[in-house]
């Protein structure tokens, strides 16, 4: 889930995804859906668009998905994209 718009590659506006519930209780109303650019060769899609959420949510199910290794030294995160073949 994102609010930041900088890094949009496609967006497909949507008024039938359900409000997100976070922890607190609060609801987030979705927009939409976004395919956002990550880097170069790194490109999310499904992510989710919500423009009020103060902070972006990745899972990190959705990048290991892609074949990205992940390794983390805290308090450095390092995602490596492993190439087949």
Not at 66 to 72: A, G, L, N, Y
């Amino acid at each position: 889930m994102t609010s930041i718009k900088d890094n949009f590659y496609f967006l497909s506006f949507s008024n039938t995804i359900p409000a997100v519930n976070i922890v607190d209780g609060i609801f987030f109303t979705i927009c939409g859906k976004v395919i956002v650019h990550g880097t170069t060769s790194l490109f999310l899609d499904d992510v989710l668009w919500v423009p009020t959420f103060s902070v972006s949510l990745l899972f990190i199910s959705k990048l290991t998905t892609q074949i990205i290794v992940i390794i983390f030294i805290l308090p450095i995160v390092c995602f490596r994209i492993c190439r087949l073949g």
